[in-house]
């Protein structure tokens, strides 16, 4: 079955980094794009970045664009997320996603709070 697992969020302070990681699972990860998408505190869940297979394609929200990277290792089934000069808005639940046979699957999420 379709697995993803992400980790490497925690507490930074403004202008701080972190990369998040998401280990994938139960299908041929180097086949499909990968999204990393974030759900703050009483808002919707939004797509933050995404990846083409082989990764020669990136796209990124506005809001991010200049200080987050999205990259992949297909030899690790594992797409990461580099973040820099982390802002207070910033402060959200990570989730990646991938779609098999056109259905969804997320991880359960790991939390950044970004705050002094």
């Known amino acids: 079955q379709v697995q993803l697992v992400e980790s490497g969020g925690g507490l930074v302070q403004p202008g701080g980094s972190l990369r998040l990681s998401c280990a994938a699972s139960?299908?041929?990860?180097?086949?499909?794009?990968m999204r990393w998408y974030r759900q703050a505190p009483g808002k919707e869940r939004d797509l933050v970045a995404a990846?083409?297979?082989?990764?020669?394609?990136?796209d990124y929200d506005d809001s991010v664009q200049g200080r987050f990277t999205i990259s992949r290792d297909n030899a690790k089934n594992t797409v990461y997320l580099q973040m820099n000069n982390l802002k207070p808005e910033d402060t959200a639940v990570y989730y990646c996603?991938?779609?098999?046979?056109?259905?969804?699957?997320w991880g359960k999420g790991t939390l950044v709070t970004v705050s002094s």
């Open positions: 990846i083409s297979t082989a990764g020669r394609r990136t």
């Open positions: 996603k991938v779609v098999v046979y056109n259905r969804e699957y």
């Open positions: 139960g299908f041929i990860f180097s086949m499909y794009t």
